[in-house]
């Protein structure tokens, strides 16, 4: 079975732009979680999808969005960038059934760089 | 609130040694608990979870953890490390009222492996 896949893996972007992000899940996953990691915050949580609505929000500004897909493939999109933006995001995806919904799976993640 | 404290920042073994991870976790309830490895500029592995039952836990590569409630730790261990095992260590608590697909991570702690 497919991993996580998330697309693309490196980009560069300059202050004031918008950038989107794609994740896709492990076949069968219906629910998609995204976080931020960077040497000095970590990883932190972003949003979190299922079945096409966004079910939990962590502490980022509006300039942070999201969407799932009916095929449960999700995009997050970031406007307006700015230099603190430059991080590594991870989506992960996992398999609603009970507690198991809590055991996620990784992408490789997207490196974004904003100059 | 969910918190998780990694106490250690960096730990430096020698391969062959034996090697140890602290966690410990703050939550109300039954948390459910994760080990996940990270290896540079990739995404997270799952190594173990404890959900519930049986609180050693054995995981992938040779890793156990076990569950201490008295202690609030998820401590990781392994038996005797090799090189391969240098990478970022993350614990993670999922579950809760507000946990729809979202994870605590503790800070991390990077392990180098000395020959």
């Known amino acids: 079975k497919a991993g996580v896949t998330q697309t693309p893996r490196y980009l560069i972007k300059t202050r004031g732009q918008q950038v989107t992000l794609s994740c896709s899940p492990i076949?069968?996953?219906?629910?998609v979680s995204w976080y931020q990691q960077t040497p000095g915050q970590g990883l932190q949580f972003l949003f979190e999808y299922f079945s096409e609505t966004q079910r939990n929000k962590g502490n980022f500004p509006g300039r942070f969005s999201g969407r799932q897909f009916s095929n449960s493939r999700s995009e997050m999109n970031v406007s307006t960038l700015e230099l603190g933006d430059s991080a590594l995001y991870l989506c992960?995806?996992?398999?609603?059934?009970?507690?198991?919904?809590?055991?996620?799976?990784f992408g490789p993640g997207t490196r974004l760089t904003v100059l | 609130a969910q918190s998780v404290t990694q106490p250690d920042i960096h730990i430096t073994v020698s391969e062959g040694a034996s090697l140890e991870l602290r966690c410990n976790y703050s939550y109300g309830a039954t948390p459910y608990l994760f080990w996940y490895v990270q290896s540079p500029g990739q995404g997270l592995q799952l190594l173990l979870k404890?959900?519930?039952?049986?609180?050693l836990v054995q995981g992938i590569k040779g890793f156990e953890a076990e569950f201490k409630r008295s202690q609030s730790s998820f401590n990781l261990r392994k038996p005797s490390v090799h090189w391969s095992d240098a990478a970022e260590y993350f614990c993670a608590v999922g579950g809760g009222t507000d946990s729809w697909g979202k994870l605590q991570f503790g800070a991390g702690t990077q392990v180098v492996v000395t020959p």
């Open positions: 992960a995806s996992s398999f609603e059934a009970g507690a198991s919904y809590n055991e996620q799976f």
């Open positions: 404890y959900f519930s039952g049986d609180t």
């Open positions: 076949s069968g996953h219906r629910s």
